[in-house]
């Protein structure tokens, strides 16, 4: 083998070897969830939703979280057992749990008390369960969810933020097969550390202003991920905590 043959074949190894290092140390890996639609993504806007997922802790230590509980604008206290997709949800206002397994909604719903027997009532409960613990959730986590079902991303460029920071903007529109209804947010993310800070939201995605424009700040770190709870202009989530296991009766009894 000639000496440039040679010096090609060792730039080669380091440069794959670097590449290796930087996606061990940097948790880059991120994969898509089934139904995103990285066809009509932009690679600018896919790359940015990745650089979000490593600042908050990586998909690892995200996929490696296993429950997540917290309390909901004040009118809900949610567990959400995440490994195994089911949820425990106590409606303040109305005296409702809801204990649903999320992927075969199956469960049991008690109001005031009394378990809900009717076969059709319990049906509906159980899909109304699902939708709040999906709207909900997304307060929180929406920064682990961009490459969702039914996501399409666009990078729209540069913005600044209300705090007068500089950030990268990224639109997320949702098609009718995903969880989420067709709506479309602008999510605005820091240029110093790649975190969401800002996001507005638009109850159509055709809709030319936005419904409402909200802080995303006040980050802490909870088991190996960052969250943003009890934002400074109110609302969203608050008491959050992340633990690593929780008695079964949680998910499966009134008490």
């Known amino acids: 083998m000639s000496f440039k043959a040679t010096i090609g074949l060792l730039v080669m190894v380091i440069s794959l070897?670097?590449?290796n290092r930087l996606n061990e140390t940097t948790g880059v890996e991120n994969p898509a969830s089934e139904g995103f639609d990285?066809?009509?993504s932009d690679p600018a806007a896919v790359?940015?939703?990745?650089?979000i997922m490593v600042a908050m802790g990586g998909w690892e230590n995200w996929d490696n979280t296993r429950f997540i509980s917290w309390s909901s604008f004040g009118l809900r206290n949610l567990i959400w057992d995440k490994k195994e997709e089911r949820a425990r949800i106590e409606s303040l206002e109305d005296s409702t749990t809801y204990l649903v397994d999320l992927k075969k909604l199956t469960g049991k719903v008690f109001i005031k008390g009394q378990a809900v027997t009717r076969s059709d009532s319990l049906k509906n409960m159980l899909n109304r369960a699902k939708n709040i613990w999906s709207d909900d959730a997304y307060w929180l986590v929406m920064p682990f969810k961009l490459k969702g079902s039914g996501v399409t991303l666009k990078?729209?460029?540069e913005?600044?933020?209300?705090?007068?920071?500089r950030c990268n903007v990224l639109q997320i529109t949702y098609n009718n097969d995903g969880d989420m209804p067709s709506t479309r947010y602008h999510v605005y993310v820091d240029l110093a550390d790649n975190l969401v800070k800002q996001w507005a939201y638009y109850s159509s995605a055709s809709q030319d202003s936005a419904t409402?424009?909200?802080p995303w700040d006040n980050y802490k770190?909870?088991?190996?991920?960052?969250?943003s709870a009890d934002r400074s202009e109110g609302g969203g989530p608050v008491d959050v905590s992340v633990d690593n296991?929780?008695?079964?009766?949680i998910f499966t009894d009134l008490k």
Not at 47 to 51: M, Y
Not at 159 to 165: I, Q
Not at 221 to 227: D, P, Q, R, T, W
């Open 17 to 19: 070897y670097a590449c």
């Open 38 to 40: 990285l066809a009509n």
């Open 47 to 51: 790359e940015l939703a990745d650089s």
């Open 155 to 157: 990078y729209l460029g």
């Open 159 to 165: 913005d600044t933020l209300r705090t007068g920071d």
């Open 212 to 214: 409402f424009v909200l």
């Open 221 to 227: 770190k909870y088991g190996s991920i960052l969250l």
């Open 245 to 249: 296991s929780l008695s079964e009766k």
